[in-house]
């Protein structure tokens, strides 16, 4: 494909990436907008040519829409991820696209690839965001760096005393959001140890309860809401 030069056309496309986004954060009242949004970023990509900084977002967009919002193809999902992430690879702003995609990406394969591998490509998306100065996805990758390994990982102790690391720093930047579901987390890992009552530890941080993590998530607007149920559910079963 030729590049992508009309100016309006890649404004309308860093205006739909954001919307995409955000319609990630407002479920399920913006379900279907990412698979809107995805189509026509594909569409402006084929009529109009390829943008380095847009087009791969659209791919990704698309699987993402595929596998969490259509119930389609699963593995159709994964090759239109792991297409974006080749073309990632090669792309002169790697590291900004990687901080911003390497989420959604992992949500895609997680279904499929194993853990660990997972955990690795969060790792590189973490050091793509420090080098890109993207503090927010930064701790966005830590976060899902030692929230997803809570059933896998080898060592509870070690991923737990992490994740409470890491609840002093998103109380000293204020991510309210990442708290509360770190905060899940936390209580998922304690149970899983042992500890049935993970408020009673003394992290130095006000601890929110189950209950209490569970009303937030279910406000409007909740992103945690699906997190929150999983690892409620770790905590009734073990």
């Not at 860093?14 to 279907?32: C, G, I, K, V, Y």
């Amino acid at each position: 494909l030729p590049t992508m030069t009309d100016r309006m056309k890649l404004q309308a496309m860093q205006f739909m990436e954001l919307l995409a986004l955000t319609s990630n954060f407002n479920l399920p009242s913006s379900s279907m907008l990412m698979n809107l949004v995805s189509c026509r970023m594909t569409k402006l990509t084929f009529s109009y040519g390829f943008s380095d900084q847009y087009s791969i977002p659209g791919l990704v967009f698309m699987a993402f829409g595929l596998l969490h919002y259509s119930n389609d193809n699963i593995w159709l999902a994964m090759r239109l991820s792991r297409i974006a992430e080749s073309l990632m690879k090669e792309n002169s702003n790697v590291h900004a696209l990687r901080a911003r995609l390497i989420i959604m990406i992992v949500c895609i394969q997680i279904f499929v690839e194993p853990f660990q591998s997972c955990q690795a490509k969060l790792v590189d998306g973490y050091n793509s965001a420090i080098i890109a100065g993207d503090v927010d996805n930064a701790m966005s990758c830590e976060l899902y760096h030692w929230g997803l390994p809570v059933v896998c990982t080898a060592d509870l102790m070690e991923g737990q005393n992490k994740l409470r690391t890491f609840l002093h720093q998103l109380v000293k930047r204020k991510r309210i959001g990442a708290l509360y579901l770190s905060m899940s987390y936390f209580h998922a890992y304690a149970a899983l140890i042992g500890n049935e009552d993970a408020c009673g530890i003394n992290l130095g941080v006000e601890m929110k309860t189950n209950e209490e993590i569970s009303k937030i998530a279910e406000q409007p607007g909740s992103f945690i809401m699906l997190p929150v149920t999983i690892n409620l559910m770790y905590v009734h079963c073990y």
